[in-house]
Each structure stands twice: as structure tokens, then as C-alpha cells.
């Protein structure tokens, strides 16, 4: 079973029962998914600005149980460096930066609706099911 890496926004459509979530499951089911630890940061703080209270943090510890979550090494600190370096001309989030670079490290395909984030990153593949990619 391969993994892919899916963004903070696929998970987010998950949670909600979104609409969306049902595009991106052909792209997620029969893969072991993962998130990078940026992305459980992003939804920590999501959750805090939220105000959530003890049943969706729950929730949302639960979702995150099923999920490999890749942390940062030396690898993912300089692949974050190289992304940064390359899109320099058109700067790229520190969040987002955070992602593309474990994608990378890790040599993963990553699942996002927002492939415009992660646009002239130099071996990164994207999947998405954005019409306008």
C-alpha cells in the first residue's frame, strides 16, 4: 500500500463532511495516509482559534489517530530550505513550505485542492482535483 501526504485542507474537508471529500477519496482510498506535523500544528491552532470544546477536539484527535504523521528531520529542514530558495520569485507560505518539504523528504505524492500553493517546486507531485490546476 503506497502513502501519500495530504494536505491540511483534504483533512479539514474530511472533518466537515464536505462536499469535496468525496472528490478526493478515489485519490485517497486503498493508500496509507499521512500528514506532515505541520498540518496537525495548523489544525491544533485551527481547533484554539475555534474555541472547540472537549467532543471536537476529540474528533479531532481521533482523525489525526488514523493518519501518519511525518516530523521534521534534517532531510525535511533542508528540503524546507531548497523550497523556499526556488520560489523565491514567488514566495511561497512557511506553512505550506513545511509541506511541500516533507512531500519531498519523504518522496511522497501530495493530495491538495490548493495546488496553486505548491506550483514550480521542482519534483514535487500534486494531485488535486481543482478544475483550474
Not at 499521512?34 to 489544525?43: D, I, K, M
Not at 467532543?55 to 528540503?79: E, G, Y
Request: with cysteine.
Amino acid at each position: 500500500m503506497t502513502v501519500r501526504l495530504i494536505d491540511t485542507n483534504i483533512v479539514s474537508y474530511q472533518m466537515k463532511s464536505h462536499t469535496l471529500a468525496v472528490a478526493y477519496q478515489p485519490h485517497l482510498a486503498g493508500h496509507t495516509l499521512a500528514v506532515s506535523f505541520q498540518t496537525v500544528a495548523e489544525l491544533q491552532e485551527g481547533a484554539a482559534l475555534a474555541g472547540w470544546g472537549v467532543a471536537k477536539r476529540a474528533k479531532l484527535d481521533a482523525v489525526l489517530s488514523n493518519l501518519l504523521i511525518l516530523h521534521s528531520d534534517d532531510d525535511v529542514c533542508r528540503k524546507w530550505a531548497e523550497v523556499r530558495v526556488v520560489r523565491r520569485g514567488q514566495p511561497i507560505g512557511v506553512a505550506d513550505a513545511w509541506i511541500a518539504a516533507t512531500a519531498l523528504a519523504f518522496q511522497l505524492e501530495l493530495v491538495t485542492h490548493n495546488p496553486h500553493d505548491f506550483r514550480g517546486i521542482p519534483g514535487l507531485v500534486v494531485i488535486t482535483e481543482l478544475k483550474t490546476a
